[in-house]
């Protein structure tokens, strides 16, 4: 059933349990870090009310970085692609527990990671459309 719905509707699971207004739409990201790499990579998907796919993008930044650094910089690129969305709610959605609790309770943190952190609460502050989420 789940697969049906997938490929017929061009949904994925986590959109399908959702309750979502029309009009709304749904911004997830993820970040890849591989030990001993000099890159990281992220993902982005933006999905409409009814879960389905209306565009990707990926981003590779170059240099070393750790797992939060990653998911903060993925955090940052997504949130400045929710800022452009003009006239709409936007949920953005990441599986950084850590990265989101960093920037919902105003955690300080130094060097990259605390730089990210405060570009993503500044973005958030200035647009009161885009929510975040775990």
Same mark, same amino acid.
């Given at each position: 059933?789940?697969?049906?719905?997938?490929?017929?509707?061009?949904?994925?699971?986590?959109?399908?349990?959702?309750?979502?207004?029309?009009?709304?739409?749904?911004?997830?990201?993820?970040?890849?870090?591989? !030990?001993?790499?000099?890159?990281?990579? $992220?993902?982005?998907?933006? #999905? +409409?009310?009814? /879960?389905?796919? @209306?565009?990707?993008?990926?981003?590779?930044?170059?240099?070393?970085?750790?797992?939060?650094?990653? !998911?903060?910089?993925?955090?940052?690129? $997504?949130?400045?692609?929710? #800022? +452009?969305?003009? /006239?709409?709610? @936007?949920?953005?959605?990441?599986?950084?527990?850590?990265?989101?609790?960093?920037?919902?309770?105003?955690?300080?943190?130094?060097?990259?990671?605390?730089?990210?952190?405060? #570009?993503?609460?500044?973005?958030?502050?200035?647009?009161?459309?885009?929510?975040?989420?775990?």
């Amino acid at each position: 059933m789940r697969n049906k719905k997938v490929w017929e509707n061009n949904c994925v699971t986590p959109s399908l349990a959702m309750d979502w207004t029309e009009g709304e739409l749904k911004l997830n990201v993820d970040a890849s870090v591989m !030990e001993g790499s000099t890159s990281f990579s $992220i993902g982005m998907v933006l #999905r +409409n009310h009814n /879960g389905q796919f @209306v565009e990707g993008r990926n981003f590779r930044g170059a240099g070393h970085a750790t797992v939060l650094e990653a !998911e903060t910089r993925g955090l940052v690129e $997504i949130l400045y692609w929710a #800022r +452009n969305i003009p /006239g709409k709610k @936007v949920t953005v959605e990441s599986d950084s527990l850590l990265a989101v609790n960093a920037i919902r309770r105003k955690v300080r943190y130094h060097l990259e990671v605390g730089y990210n952190i405060e #570009r993503c609460q500044a973005i958030l502050e200035d647009n009161r459309n885009i929510s975040l989420f775990y």
